[in-house]
């Protein structure tokens, strides 16, 4: 069973500030998805990365994923207390029309004013 | 913009008793897929259902079954429920079965077994 850790599991930070969030495995993974999941709603879809090696930035947010398709790394410049909430890494399984993803346990984002 | 749309939002059941939760979504979707969210344990997959007429078991299937009616409506039963069941259930769907598609999932079902 492929597993994915999360890291920090907890994280507050002030206003402003600079955060990485991390996302890591043994396994390799064929795409890396981020979902941001908030009280009382479902995870929605960030982004998916699915080259080794890939960069992606959605405005203060910037996405990588590990040159060996095992880790990734969220990076959120100037946080905000909209960026509040349950971040969400997830490994694809394969290529297959039957393939899934597994997710890792969360990372709790609080940004105070 | 309904998306996937889930029912009921909240139940409280007593052990024992069944219940179906339905998810139903309107995207034109192939692939749909139940989830249940414990604290400190992320997103863990019950069932799922890589294309209409067929359905698979996940990472914890055990005292779940499902049924795929047709292309946009995937229900989750719980036979003879437990309180280990207790949790948010999620629903989701994509519009492939291969992983490298985002997944859009519902609100979730809050479900207390007592």
């Known amino acids: 069973t492929q597993l994915l850790e999360q890291s920090p599991q907890f994280l507050s930070i002030q206003e402003g500030e600079n955060l990485t969030v991390y996302c890591n495995s043994s396994s390799v993974f064929s795409s890396l998805q981020w979902y941001r999941q908030e009280p009382g709603e479902g995870p929605v879809l960030l982004v998916t990365v699915v080259t080794g090696g890939e960069v992606k930035k959605l405005k203060r947010l910037t996405f990588q994923f590990g040159d060996a398709r095992k880790d990734s790394s969220l990076h959120i410049t100037a946080a905000q207390p909209g960026d509040t909430g349950l971040y969400l890494c997830?490994?694809?399984?394969?290529?297959?029309?039957?393939?899934?993803?597994?997710f890792g346990s969360g990372t709790r984002l609080s940004i105070r004013p | 913009n309904a998306g996937v749309t889930q029912t009921p939002k909240f139940q409280v059941l007593k052990t024992g008793q069944s219940m179906t939760l339905q998810c139903a979504q309107d995207m034109n979707h192939n692939s749909m897929y139940w989830y249940r969210q414990d604290p400190g344990m992320g997103l863990r997959l019950i069932y799922y259902s890589a294309s209409e007429g067929t359905t698979d078991k996940g990472e914890v299937p055990n005292g779940y079954n499902v049924s795929r009616l047709n292309k946009r409506e995937f229900s989750l039963r719980l036979e003879s429920a437990a309180p280990s069941q207790t949790s948010v259930y999620f629903c989701a769907s994509s519009e492939r079965g291969t992983a490298n598609y985002g997944y859009t999932f519902g609100s979730g079902t809050r479900l207390t077994v007592v």
């Open positions: 997830a490994g694809g399984e394969g290529y297959s029309s039957a393939s899934k993803i597994i």
